[in-house]
Structure formats: C-alpha cells, structure tokens
C-alpha cells in the first residue's frame, strides 16, 4: 500500500466508504485509462524538472519524484489498490517506468532517505507538472478525511473508556450480544473450528485496530459460482484458484492475482480470467478438468534484481566494571563476590544496555514491467486451496497444543479440503426460513435459531449444476438456476445447538432442532428476503478469560512528550522473495507497548516467560467461547497508533505519529509455519523505514 501525505491508510478507507473514483475524467481523447494520467510526467520530464545547482541534491530530488509518483497512480487508484492485478495496463506501465528509474538512480546511493514524504514536496511536485485538477479533488478528499479520522478518535477514546467503566462494574449479566460475540457463537454453535471462528468474531473487535471492518467487507468473494484448487500447465503457466481471485503464473513473470467468474453459456460452463482487454476463456468440463485453446499474452513484472536494506534494531550490550566500597559494605556481600587489595576493597557490578544498532542487511526484490506468451490446453487440478483463514487457524492451533505437531496438523487440513473444482460462495435466503452461507470447505445450514456446519459438493453433469449439501440430520440438494438462485424442493430438518453459558473453560450447549421448507433461495442483498436472524435471548453468563483491567492506560511515550507534532513516519517493506511474498495485501498494527506487556496491563492471562508468538496462541486459546474478550479488544485499541494495508509488493506506510518507541505487530502464515513481529522500532521525526524477513520475526 502506498501513502499520500503520510496518511493513506485511512485515506483508503475514506475512498472505499465514498464509493467514488478520486479522478473524475480530465479530458477527451487523451486515450489513457483511467484518464487523469495524462497529468503524470514522463520520466525525461521528471529527470529534467528536478534539476538544481547541487548534483546530489538533484539526484535526490529526482528519486524522491520517482517514488511519490508512484505512491500517487496508487493512491488515485482508490480501492483497487488493495487487490493485486486490479490496476489498469496503463497505471501499471506508468509505475514500472517510474519503479525503473528509482531504481536506476537509488541503488548506487543504497536507497537513501528522500522527500517523498514530504508535504511541501508534494505541494512542489503537483504545481512543477501541473496536475491542479487531480490535485483540487485530492484536497476535498483529505478535507473529508481529516473530518472522518477525528470522529473515529473520539469514538475510540469513548469506547475506551466505556470499557473501563463495564470492567469496574464487574461480569455481566447475560451472555454477550455485541456483533463480534454472535458471529463467534453462531459460528462455534454450527460447529466450525474455534480458532476460525474467532477470527471471524474478531473482524469487529480486535481488527478494529486496522481499520478492519471495512477492508474485510471489500475483500469478500463473490457470491455464486466460484473455483478452488491449483491448475498447472505447460510453459510455467499456472492458475491458483483463491476466495477473491485467481493468481496466473507465466514463464519468468511473479504469480499476480486476477478476477475472474464463472459463467454459463450455450448449456456449457465457462471459467473468464480478466487479463487486460483480452480475458482467458477455459471451458468447465463435468470432470473439473479446465481446457483452454491458443496462446494468451500476459502483461505483468518479473524481478530485475535486488535491493539491499540494512536492518536495525536494539541490541544489547553487558560491561562489567569494578566499584570501590568500603570495608563495612564488603560485609553486605558474599566472600567470593568482594576484591581485596591491601585496605581497599571492591566488587564487580554488570551494566546491561541496549543500544540502536545495524543488526544486519536484507535484500528487497525490485520488479519491472514484462510481457510472456503462453500456451493455453488442457488443465487438471493437482491440489486444493489453502485458504489464509484455515491456515493460520490450523497454526495457531498447533502452536497454542490443540491441534499437534504442525507437519501433521497442516496434513490433516490438506486432506480435509475439498478437492479442484467448482464451490460456491455468499449467503443465500429463502421464503421458507432456509439459509445458508457457503465458505471454500462447508456450508452453513441455518433454519430460525438452529445451524450446523456441513460439507458439501457441486456437481455439473447432463447441463445441470447442482450443490450436494451433506446434513447430518437430512442430505438434500439444490439446483443453481441461470439467475443465479438455488432451486430445491420439500422441507429440511437442521438439528444444531445453542451455547445456553458455561461449566468453567467448557462450553455449554443445548440441542435446537427446527424445520424450514427449501424453495427458492436467492443471494443475499438481490431480492432476497430480509435474513431471520434468532434472537439472542438472556442466558447465564460465561466466564471471561481475560478481564479487563479499570485501570489500564497506555503507556506515556518518554520520546514523544504532550502536544508533540506527528512528524515521524514509517515505511515498511518486504523482504520476502518474490512470488511467495506473505505480507502481500496484509494488515500491520503499531503498537505504543509490546503485544504481551499490553495483554498483561489489561489483565489477561498471559505466562511470565511467554515469546510474543505463545502470547498470542495463549491470547487466540484464552478468547474462545465461552470467554468474552470483547471488552479486552476494545481496551486495545487506545495502545495503538495506526494501521497500515500493505499492498501487492508488501509495501506500505502508517500514519503519521509523534516520534518515539513503538511495536511493529502482525502474524502470517509463510511455509507452513506462524510468522509473527512485534518489533521493537525508535520513531525519528522525517521518514523511516523497516524490512520485515523471516529473520527479524519469530517463528
């Protein structure tokens, strides 16, 4: 993800909840899409304008250009910024040039710091090349921003201190009915994993933290008919079907994530890959066998080379020095610990500090725009889809001792898969009560306040597309229609459980039958009838696992005294290779205070001895039902200090803040394995930046 005026991250969202383009069409017949780029210089401009009578202040002024750029088309693209391969051919093109020219200009100097976050370069840039349409919208969008970041503060520090006051007032009286709580306990009552369930209730508690709620809405796979697994072909073409989108791989060129859709056409089904102007067209074949004729061109970026960053962080450092005491001290200490020379005696006293030092150098890959030609045939799916939610559920689980070593836990996922082929996605409601939410590996089979988790299957045979659901209480099948809906006949009976509270750590359930007719069920939100949510009546309370402490506050940052201007901004990069890039589209927290030391003000239950990465399986373990931590993610908001989106690349830039110590917070999944930061980084006014590696985090 890229910045703007150091505040992109919540920049993003202001577009997303505006729901507009940031640059209206500027022009006619200038044949650029979208069409504002025909503001953007040409790199002989840039290289030209950015002169000045200092050489080396010209080479800078001219690599910042480049990179700010850059961070603008991105910026400008508003929410396609957030999915790899959205960008139009010409918003890539443009970024390639300019990502050639930095490169050409910053590697030699080993990527110095530049003003590219510089609001007075920015004003500079925009007035030099003349892009005052673009930048009259741009105001008015900042304008609205500055408007929504205030509101959203003073929520934060309301709902802060909402949740002192309910901590004080001790457990409630009922079982939890904010939204987070129900999507937990309607997804454990269905009988989903727990760690996934969590997450899902988390999206409207602890990922609050990053801007969460919004992100995950635009992030949702579409409803109907999708695809799953990994199709290989020859020439190192390659399709990895994901929940939002496809990734292509071609020859030398990094796999980059395209949409895609399932459509039917003359009695037959047809898989569309977007590529440009010119989509990839794959006929379905009843067994699940994809088959593509002649050859595509594919615009995308392959690796030119490497970028060197050094890495820093703060070192420790132990000095031991003799202290001169007197003779009546030397009684206070053990025989074998005083020094005696004559009359004089001393004593050895061991000094640990830790200094900010380089801790070593990370290469960084750098991408240029490249074309590939590949032959499209034949597709036969060699895998499933490991989806990010069941692979770091399946992790977590492991690492906090629920779900064994990790080799067989992640071996028991890839066989609980459903196998390539066609899946669906999105909620579905009918007439008759009958509701059911489809994810990659099971349905949601819900009827009044009865659900159950089932598996399930789709079948296309004799031209006709039908979904296998597998209830336990009674299997039935729908038919997809070419509108879109699923058709099926008779009633259903769902025999589901609800949480009725708690006998410690163990849940409680009672069992909920009920019977809805099937019908006709539509997708959610295009002429459906309203969802029939159950009511959540008042039940025993459960036990909370982590309460809140009255008196947590964050911590004052010795470094960033009261009414200190936010001038400090961090820049965060990737470290990882190319095409197994983990951060890619990934959220970030900054933290004011170590995950663990926040958890252990708030009173949570974590060890004294606990790593940052058991801290957070005990956090994950502690937080299932019937444990409320609705009130502990609250509290956490007020100990952080910003998000950040990475985009495709894992790049991005938090907020501005006030200079400082602060926590770099974030966990992936990266070869089977959990890799989590809580990084430790000093804040100086200006510009700074961090790699993120596999080296620096713990796994």
Known sequence: MQRVGGESFHRRIAWFVLGLALCAPLGAGQGLNPPYLKEM????RVMKEMQVSDPKETTLRQIGAFRLLQKIITDMAGPRAFQRGQLTPDEVRIIGEYAVAYDKLAKPLNYPFDAASSPRFLDEVFKMFNMNECRAQYDKVNAEYAAKHQARVSAEQKQFEDAQKRAAAGPQSSIPNDAGSVAIR?????????????????????????????LLEMTKAPTGLRMTGVYPGAGGFRLIFLEQNVEVACGALVPDPHAYAVERKDGHLLVKVANGEDAMVFALRPDAKLVGSGTVTIHGR?????????????????????????????????????????????????????AYERTGTV??????????????????GSGPTVTQGKALATL????????????????????????????LSGEYIGDGGLQLEFHNDSTMVECGEAHVSAPYSVTNADNRIAAHIQNAAAPFTLTSEPDGRLAGTGSVEVAGRVVTGSNGSQILYAPKNARCSVGMLSPKGAGAPAAKKAAMAATPAAVAAAPSSANATPPVNAMAPANTPATAVLEISSGFAAGANPLANHSLVLMKDRFDNVLRKLGGPIPANATPLETWATYVTACKPPADCKVLNQSMNAFSAGGVKLDSNGKGSFPAVPPGVYYVMGMVAFENQPVYWDLRIELKPGTNSVTLNSGNAEK
Not at 367 to 380: D, H, V
Not at 397 to 423: F, N, W, Y
């Open 41 to 44: 210089p040409t790199v002989d």
């Open 186 to 214: 309607r997804c454990i009552e269905s009988g989903r994993n727990q760690t996934e369930c969590l997450g899902e209730g988390m999206k409207v508690g602890l990922m609050d933290l990053v801007g969460g709620a919004p």
């Open 302 to 354: 392959v690796v030119v080379g490497q970028s060197s960053q050094d890495t820093y962080g703060y070192v420790p450092h132990t000095t031991t020095q003799q202290r001169q005491i007197s003779q009546g001290e030397a009684r206070q200490y053990s025989p074998d610990q005083v020094h005696q020379n004559g009359m004089e005696y001393s004593v050895n006293e061991t000094t640990t500090s830790s």
């Open 363 to 380: 290469s960084t890959p750098v991408y240029a725009p490249k074309t590939e030609r590949c032959t499209l045939g034949a597709l036969t």
């Open 396 to 423: 977590v689980d492991s690492v906090a001792g629920d779900g064994g070593p990790i080799d067989k836990a992640v071996g028991r996922t890839m066989r609980e898969l459903p196998p390539p082929g066609l899946r």
